[in-house]
């Protein structure tokens, strides 16, 4: 009984039909001036526009061309129902207002419209068009697939997931894909704030992620618009930092170095002086990519895709020596699949030296060129693949080169080392100082943890036993 009742009150208060009509300019301005009359009828009927109080008016022309006459504005809209694999949808667009857009264009715009719906490309409502937040959840999962099929860790899959937790999601988590697309300016607006608030860098990286996840998901749907979301930004001038450790500063990088209390993360930082790697390639490698015996270190799957061989001079092997022997004092595994440096991944990036990481990198192809060592064997020995050169020749030329990068690799350790104001006698005495400063300052760690044990063990004693803590009397105060 009640639901017939609310039937017979939603057919009681449906608005009338509008029969389809042949809409012209003159027609819509002569409906204009009977706006007012025509809401007043929808109100007798007891139906509302809660939005706008108006009326649409179909085209007989082209089906699903609408003008829709309100109380303030007359828009141009299109509307069709189509179905796909069993279900059914409806395309609704927002043309245009008349009478900036005149009866004529309209039609041509919602004959596209048509048009598209036909074929399939028309872009999908704000419903059923995905989410940003979705689209970037799988776009994260597809970068940390895509690190583990390369067998390295997933450092840009945690870097874009900070950028979107901390930027990037707090504006479009709740926006569609399809919104993203049409709202060019918004973005691009948005751009423009976090230029100014987290910097030029930051705002260009967020950029690129949002039009990576849109072609990622663009790939899936191709119904969204191929207009990007990023198509108005426009990006902040960057430029690589190449900054190097000047000659005259070694002796201050060295004195630094000597003040680093961990052999290991010491060793760390000279094999980057001396190599010139990546320094997040030089942190994951393992000791199974030594050979004592042919005097070579094998940066494996390195940035380029390729296996890096690169030949060991003496000082690098003395160093490589200090890292085995510190891992061994300090109870670290030198089996061939252990770290050479364990717990340099982040740790040795914090030190206070005058230059670590890529700086060193730098410094390394600075010291090649002032030595006037080849281009193409500074490359090979750096790791980079020359522009030029097809892939499947370096090998050949690696091979044909490497006496050469022998003998390029020991001037290049030799003059590292004079810089530094040793030699290769010195530098054994730097490395015997370093280990024996690591073991003593592990000694004091673990006396200083093992006291701090104690004093939480005592603490947590005298709570279970129920007693005030409170600092420790002597004994002559608790005779007294």
Known sequence: MMATRKLAVRKARKAPERAPRKLTDDHIEALREFADSDVADRRSHGVENERSEGVEYPDSIVKGLFVFVGANRTIWRFRRRRR?????????????????????????????????VHTGEAAPNKRSSIRFEIAFAAY??????????????????YNVKMLGDGIILPKFAKWTLAEMAMSPGAVSSWHAEITKRNGPVSANHCARVIRATYK?????????????????????????KQDALPFKSFPAWLKAWRKVDNAIRQAYHLTALLVGPRPGELARLRWEAYSDNERTLIIAKAKAGKDIVIPVSEEIAAVLRMARKAAEALGYPVTPDALIFPGCAQAGHRDE?????????????????????????????M?????????KYIATLILANGPKMREEQARMSRRIVELLGLNALTLKWEIAAGLAQSLSAAEVRADRDANALAKAQRLSARKRRGKVLGPRKKPAEITR
């Open 216 to 240: 990622r998901a663009s790939r899936l749907d191709v119904s969204l618009p191929q207009r990007l979301p990023t198509s108005a930004v426009e990006f902040n001038e960057e430029s690589a």
């Open 353 to 381: 030296l005058p230059a670590r990481g890529n700086m060193l990198r730098h410094t390394y192809s600075t010291v090649a060129a002032d030595l006037g060592i080849d281009d193409l064997i500074r490359h090979f020995m």
């Open 84 to 116: 796909e694999k069993g279900v059914r949808t409806t395309i609704f667009r927002t043309l245009g207002e008349w009478p900036m857009m005149n009866t004529e264009d309209a039609r041509k715009t919602a004959e596209i419209a048509v048009g598209n």
């Open 383 to 391: 790791g980079h693949a020359p522009e030029g050169i097809s892939q």
């Open 140 to 157: 994260l999962e597809y970068l940390k697939s895509k690190a583990e099929k390369r067998g390295k860790p997933p450092r840009w899959f």
